[in-house]
């Protein structure tokens, strides 16, 4: 398996665990939930942003992707916004960010990854 595939998949069990641990705390929200509720509303919000990055990763993975397609989903992470990370988010993000650096200057500046904003 390629490193870039490693890391989409890493990607995607991070996706998972994450998503489990939103709709954890949206099943155990108090109720009843007011609509101007931030909270709940944030958390709703954000399991619909994890179930969208990680559909665009599991068509990545499914389909035996090319390098392009991995680069760019791993981009498209890397650049979204990402408030309350924890440590582990953040080392991921460090890592992916990383790995396409390292990818760009292999290819002179020339990659996809070139595109994507780092942090």
């Known amino acids: 398996m390629t490193t870039l595939r490693l890391l989409c998949v890493e990607l995607r069990d991070h996706l998972q665990r994450t ?3 939103i709709e954890e705390e949206i099943r155990s929200y108090p109720t009843p939930i007011p ?5 709940f509303n944030f958390l709703y919000e954000h399991r619909a942003r994890l179930s969208q990055q990680l559909e665009h990763v599991n ?3 499914e389909a035996n992707a090319s390098v ?3 680069v760019d989903v791993i ?4 650049a979204c916004a990402h408030s309350g990370s924890n440590a582990e988010e953040q080392a991921l993000r460090a890592r992916l960010s990383e790995a396409i650096g390292k990818l760009d200057a292999q290819h ?4 996809r990854a070139a595109d994507a904003p780092r942090r």
Do not use: N
């Open 59 to 61: 068509r990545v993975l």
């Open 108 to 111: 002179g500046g020339t990659s």
């Open 19 to 21: 998503r489990r641990v």
């Open 75 to 78: 981009a498209a992470f890397v």
């Open 68 to 70: 392009d397609s991995m």
């Open 35 to 39: 609509r101007c509720d931030a909270q």
